[in-house]
Structures are given as structure tokens and as C-alpha cells.
């Protein structure tokens, strides 16, 4: 492990993004503008937004850093930046840490944006502090990151990268309990989803905002996040080869 | 099968090894898919001295490249760089590499790409402004790299080879699209890091290329076709030209 690696990593990823106007615009724009969206469909049906818009400040960066991970990715496979780096001396841990530093800073950027319109101009509330929405956002940023570097393994193209993201996410966010309660779904489906890591995301930013205490089921959702993150950077890091066919 | 003449020379090119062997290759075999990429490919490279691989295009030399960088899956055979099994985390700092493809990031400048290459390698900032200047891109290090010519981005791609003063270099066709004098000022730096000990092994199919290289390795098809010194491989075929000792070469049985 070397912090030389991975500081200089975030920089440089940082750097890039910083250096791509629309796409840093869309980042912290789109969130808020689709909360928006939300509040004046569901106007018609009282409590809904309610119930949906705070947990969903924490989730934007879980898409977000899913498509950028695994485009990233595969622009550093196919330009050979990646293969320069594993012949280089650097610990694939590094890199990862890396990347993960970068998207974590960029979505603490986008979720404080988010909140900060959430929570104020579209008038919802949270029971919990605003920086543990802010702070679970982060952790749904490295989520979304490591998932998406595992994913970007299989895909050839960036259009098939692309595609991988109404595959591996949208089912998870329909089973999350997001759409409907997940103790209303079909029986098959409810255990399906008690094995989908964006399930445990959205149940801890559900109970933050809901609730004032976290109980124990709050914390057995953050050791499941946190595993899931673990378990998707070793399967990430075991698809950067060093050696290739 | 009979052996052919090509299968002996190439046997003559790795002898026993020697003291200033900076790559030994022996009996590599290389397999993509069905496809026997190198069938048993043995050359030597010798420190301080710039090492030509020259061959058509699809013959096997990125190939054996890779394999000597360690980052080509071999399926049988010998590698060895510095004394060390190529791929060793050892050489990770003493060879360096640079691909057909600039291998630079397009949407950083020259120097933010070699500050970035500079603090994975762990080198000192002065090592950046020395590399600039070895492949004379002083006046592009705020550029951006995707605005500079193809020509410029290998250059800059070379740069962040040469950052650790590799004792190894390994450059996969260098020299394509540059203007004649800029490929003449490369070849300089070539020979120039050749006599500081560096070796260099560079792939070609320009042929006029290969009468400034110290020692030649002929590749066709997966296999070695003849090697030797400029002078050697003219006269052993009885050719005036590089080209015509080539067909020469590759055609006697």
C-alpha cells in the first residue's frame, strides 16, 4: 500500500474531471433538477415525495459513479494507460484507492449540492443530520465505483458499458424498496433483494432521514455496504491483469 | 516437418549467455487463441547497444515485446531481462516501455501526464523537465495531449518511458509519422542512451531504419529469419541493401 500511488491517482482523476466543464455541470445539476422533477409529479399524491426524495439525495452518486468508473476504466484499458501502469511499481490496491478518493470527494460535492436544494428549496426534511446523508452518499460513490470497475472487466465498448448500468443497477433500485415496500413484493423477489448490495444503501439512507435513532439494523446495513464494497474491489482488482493474452 | 534455415540462425543468435546480456529469449512460445503467435523464438540484446526487430507488420515482434515487459501471458520458453525473469517486480523500474499506441492520457498535458507517470515511478520533478527535453518537447509541456500531432504524442509517450532511466528500453515502432528529421534527432537519442549502457531494443518495418541499429533481428511470421550485426547479415546473404538481404534471408531453404 502506498499513499504516494493513490493520492496521485485522485489528483489526476480529479484534474480530468475538473477539466471537462459539462460533464462536472451535469454532475452536480442533474440531481437536483430531477428532485424537482419528482416533487411536482408525485403532486398529486400527498407523502410520496416525502417518503422517496430524502433517501434519494444519497443515492444519485451510485448511479453517477457506476457509468464514470466503468467508462473510465475501460478509456484506461483501451488507451493502454492501464497496461503502462501495470508494468510500472504500483500495487493495483493503489489504484483502486485512487479512484475511490476521487469519486468519494466528487460525490460529497454532489450529494452537499443535492441536500442543499433538497433540504431547503424543495422542502423535504430529514429526522437525521444532513452530513450522514452526505457521508452515506460518499459510501454509495465508492459503491457505485466498485461495481462499476467489476463490470467494466466484461464490457468491450463503451456502448456496452453503458448498457451495463439499466443491467446491474436499475433491477437493484426497483428491488430496493424504493418503488414499492419490499415486505409487499412477491415473496421470491423479497429474498432476491436481501442479496443486492443497493438494498442495504437505501435502507440506511431511509433510516437516517426517517428516524432519529439508529438502532442495530442501521449498522448491520452499513457492515453489509461496507462488504459489498470490499468483496467488488477484490473481484475489480482481480480483473486488472498484469499480464494479458 | 523439415527445419528450416530459419530455425538454426536463430539458435546461432542466443549462444551461451553472456556477461553483458541485457535480454536473453529463449524457446519462447507464444499462443493467442488456436493461433501459435511464436512458435520458439530465441534472440539476445546486449546492453549498451541499440537492438533493431524487424519485420512486416502481424509477424510476431509486439508480441515478443510484451513477453519481454512482462505483460504478455507465454505459454513455454525463457525471458530473462537484467538476469531476471522478465515480468519480475524488480524491473518494474529498470524497463521501460512504450507502445504502437501513445499510452498518455489526451485530456492532460505533456507535464501533467509525465508529473503523474513521475510520482507512480517515484522519480524526482527534475526527472520530468530531462525527459521533456530528450524527446524535444519543451515548447508542448502546457499542451494538452489530445491537441498535439500523432507524431508529438508518441514523443510524449516516449517521455514518460525514459522518466526512470530504464537500464531496458523496449519501444514498439517509434518512429512512425515522424517527419525525417525528427526521426533522425530520435535515432540520435537512441544511440545516445545506447552509450550511457542503456539497451534498447526497437521494432521497425522501415527498412532504411535498420542501417542504424548495432545488431539486427529479422522476424517473419512468428519466427527468427536471420540476426547479426548490419555488415554481417549484408554479407551473408550477399546484398547490398537491408531490403534485399531481407527477401534473401527469408527465401533460402
Known amino acids: 500500500m502506498s499513499a504516494r500511488v493513490a493520492l496521485a491517482t485522485a489528483a489526476r482523476i480529479l484534474r480530468q474531471l475538473r477539466r471537462d466543464h459539462r460533464s462536472l455541470a451535469l454532475v452536480l445539476v442533474v440531481p437536483p433538477v430531477l428532485l424537482a422533477l419528482m416533487r411536482w409529479v408525485f403532486q398529486g399524491q400527498p407523502g410520496a415525495f416525502e417518503r422517496v426524495g430524502p433517501p434519494l439525495v444519497g443515492m444519485f452518486p451510485l448511479i453517477l459513479m457506476f457509468l464514470v468508473t466503468s467508462i473510465a476504466m475501460l478509456r484506461e484499458r483501451t488507451n493502454g494507460t492501464l497496461e503502462r501502469l501495470m508494468s510500472m511499481p504500483l500495487a493495483k490496491i493503489d489504484l483502486l484507492l485512487g479512484y475511490g478518493l476521487a469519486f468519494a470527494a466528487v460525490a460529497a460535492l454532489q450529494a452537499t449540492v443535492t441536500a442543499a436544494v433538497a433540504f431547503t428549496v424543495l422542502g423535504l426534511e430529514t429526522q437525521g443530520a444532513i452530513w450522514l446523508v452526505v457521508l452515506l452518499a460518499m459510501a454509495n460513490a465508492v459503491l457505485g465505483m466498485a461495481l462499476g470497475l467489476l463490470v467494466s472487466a466484461f464490457a468491450r465498448s463503451e456502448f456496452q458499458a453503458v448498457q451495463f448500468m439499466p443491467a446491474v443497477i436499475m433491477p437493484q433500485f426497483l428491488l430496493a424498496g424504493l418503488m414499492a415496500p419490499r415486505s409487499e413484493m412477491a415473496r421470491p423477489l423479497e429474498v432476491l433483494s436481501d442479496f443486492l448490495p443497493v438494498t442495504y444503501a437505501y435502507q440506511a439512507l431511509v433510516t437516517v432521514t426517517a428516524t432519529t435513532d439508529l438502532g442495530a439494523s442501521f449498522w448491520r446495513d452499513i457492515a453489509v455496504i461496507t462488504f459489498a464494497i470490499v468483496l467488488s474491489l477484490v473481484l475489480g482488482a482481480l480483473t486488472l491483469r498484469r499480464r494479458t493474452a | ?253
Open chain 2, 1 to 253: 516437418m523439415t527445419q528450416p534455415a530459419a530455425a538454426s540462425s536463430a539458435s546461432e543468435a542466443a549462444p551461451d549467455r553472456e556477461a553483458d546480456d541485457a535480454i536473453v529469449v529463449r524457446d519462447l512460445r507464444v499462443r493467442r487463441g488456436q493461433k501459435v503467435v511464436l512458435p520458439g523464438v530465441s534472440i539476445r540484446v546486449r546492453a549498451g547497444t541499440v537492438t533493431g526487430l524487424l519485420g512486416p507488420s502481424g509477424c510476431g515482434k509486439s508480441t515478443l515485446m510484451r513477453a519481454i515487459v512482462g505483460v504478455q501471458i507465454v505459454e513455454g520458453g525463457e525471458v530473462t531481462v537484467l538476469v531476471l525473469p522478465a515480468g519480475t517486480p524488480d524491473l518494474r523500474r529498470r524497463v521501460g516501455y512504450v507502445t504502437q499506441i501513445p499510452s498518455v492520457y489526451p485530456d492532460l498535458s505533456v507535464g501533467e501526464n509525465l508529473g503523474y507517470f513521475a510520482r507512480i515511478l517515484d522519480v524526482p520533478s527534475a526527472r520530468i523537465t530531462a525527459s521533456i527535453q530528450a524527446v524535444g518537447l519543451e515548447g508542448q509541456r502546457d499542451q494538452l495531449v489530445e491537441t498535439l500531432s500523432g507524431g508529438e504524442r508518441s514523443r510524449a509517450s516516449l517521455a514518460v518511458a525514459l522518466l526512470s532511466e530504464p537500464q531496458v528500453l523496449v519501444l514498439d515502432e517509434p518512429t512512425v509519422g515522424l517527419d525525417p528529421l525528427l526521426r533522425a534527432d530520435l535515432w540520435r537519442t537512441f544511440h545516445d542512451l545506447a552509450a550511457g549502457g542503456t539497451a534498447l531494443l526497437v521494432s521497425t518495418h522501415v527498412m532504411d531504419e535498420a542501417e542504424r541499429c548495432d545488431d539486427l533481428v529479422l522476424m517473419r511470421e512468428g519466427r527468427i529469419v536471420a540476426s547479426g550485426t548490419p555488415p554481417a547479415l549484408l554479407e551473408k546473404a550477399g546484398a547490398t541493401t537491408i531490403e534485399e538481404a531481407f527477401v534473401a534471408l527469408a527465401v533460402t531453404p
